[in-house]
């Protein structure tokens, strides 16, 4: 069965049965998943708890040259769409 025939398949269903289906395949996906990567739940916990914050990223990425000011970014997009609907 091809995935354009299970999608209209899927899409003859109720959603109360679509939402079982999407759940379903969830929870098929996850396990293969997991068996794949052969990671316990604890160690993904672990894995997870070593990724820093957003908040700890803040800064890492600058942007070259000149940072434009509210005032600069309006007046560019003002432009933008002037010249989009003009």
């Known amino acids: ?3 354009k025939e299970i999608v209209a398949q899927v ?3 109720p959603p109360d049965e679509r939402r079982m289906v999407v759940n ?3 929870r098929l996906l996850q396990a293969e998943t997991q068996a794949e990567e052969g990671e ?3 160690a ?3 894995r997870l708890a070593s990724i820093p914050p957003a908040s700890a990223m803040l800064g890492m990425i600058k ?3 000149h ?3 509210d005032e600069e970014i309006k007046e560019d997009y003002t432009n933008y ?4 609907y003009s």
């Open 40 to 42: 316990s739940a604890e």
């Open 24 to 26: 379903e395949l969830l």
């Open 67 to 69: 940072i434009p000011t």
């Open 44 to 46: 993904r916990q672990r």
């Open 11 to 13: 899409e003859q269903l």
């Open 81 to 84: 769409l002037i010249r989009k």
């Open 63 to 65: 942007p070259e040259g």
């Open 1 to 3: 069965m091809t995935v």
